[in-house]
């Protein structure tokens, strides 16, 4: 595998609002655009945005408004609207139509500025965990995870405690440095998540888990090239969510990721990058190479 180091980048969002992130590879070479969900920094796609560089694409990977090191917004505007307008600036200033692999709340932005704005956008769509039907119990769980924690910790074993509680599947990690990347300390030395309260807290938070006829009208618009990866211990898509897309985005490929659960690229990043490669691979007329551990649709 040819070796790459990341390079930072930077791009000015909606509102002045400035996104920062890691960039990989020659900045002439197509461009793969990641985005995390919410709660979560650009940190969350562990080693795979590497392994895509390696394969002679320029691989991003940014970091939300709120979240890790882009700006709060000073207006504490946290609608989905202004992501979407975010991710829209975000591509114009990249020029050339990237290929988007968003999961969660980065999927929805995707979703939407493809599907209601932009249909070419992009040009192809991975979505990660997550579809226009959400499971209510599984949103739930994640706010009522990240409201739990807003005082922060006293130290990098109490947020890894807390992290195991919330995901028990996972196995707890003896190195901390991970962790950490998702963590900031305030002047009283207590860890905090490294994003902005108010994207909970706020009056304007991202509420699109609750227009599910908005996703899926905007899914049914959907021309280009889509991927929809699901972790099979997911308490947030359904299977019934998966036949609902499948059914709205006829031409999309679906794969399901065993043992993993919402946050695939956490819990199987072995797995997850393996398919996001094959489908780039698929993308530029290639044959991919089926892997162990996860299912695809015809």
Do not use: C
Not at 28 to 44: D, I, K, Y
Not at 124 to 143: C, N, S, T, W, Y
Not at 152 to 167: M, Q, R, T
Not at 260 to 277: E, P, T
């Amino acid at each position: 595998m040819t070796q790459v180091s990341a390079q930072r980048i930077e791009f000015e969002g909606y509102g002045g609002v400035r996104l920062r992130g890691d960039s990989w590879g020659h900045p002439s070479a197509p461009a793969v655009l990641f985005l995390a969900g919410g709660g979560q920094t650009r940190h969350a796609w562990g080693n795979t945005a590497v392994q895509v560089a390696s394969r002679g694409w320029r691989a991003i990977t940014l970091d939300l408004r709120g979240h890790g090191e882009s700006d709060w917004a000073r207006d504490a505007d946290y609608s989905i609207e202004s992501f979407v307008r975010d991710l829209g600036a975000v591509v114009e200033a990249l020029g050339t139509a990237p290929v988007l692999v968003g999961a969660s709340l980065g999927g929805i932005t995707g979703l939407l500025l493809a599907g209601e704005q932009r249909p070419r956008a992009f040009r192809a769509l991975v979505l990660v965990d997550i579809a226009p039907r959400m499971e209510p119990k599984g949103v739930q769980r994640i706010v009522e995870f990240m409201r739990r924690h807003l005082d922060g910790f006293s130290s990098l074993e109490e947020a890894a405690a807390a992290v195991a509680s919330y995901l028990p599947h996972r196995r707890r990690p003896k190195d901390f440095a991970g962790l950490k990347k998702n963590l900031r300390r305030d002047v009283s030395g207590r860890y905090r998540w490294h994003w902005d309260p108010e994207f909970v807290l706020g009056a304007k938070t991202p509420d699109a888990s609750r227009q599910p006829e908005r996703l899926l009208a905007a899914a049914r618009r959907l021309v280009i090239p889509t991927l929809l990866v699901r972790g099979r211990m997911s308490d947030v898509i359904s299977s019934e969510s998966v036949h609902e897309f499948l059914e709205a985005v006829p031409h999309a490929r679906f794969v399901d990721v065993a043992e993993a659960g919402h946050m695939i690229a956490g819990d199987r990043n072995d797995l997850f990058s393996a398919a996001v490669l094959e489908f780039l691979d698929h993308v530029l007329g290639h044959g991919g190479v089926p892997h162990s551990g996860y299912t695809t649709n015809p």
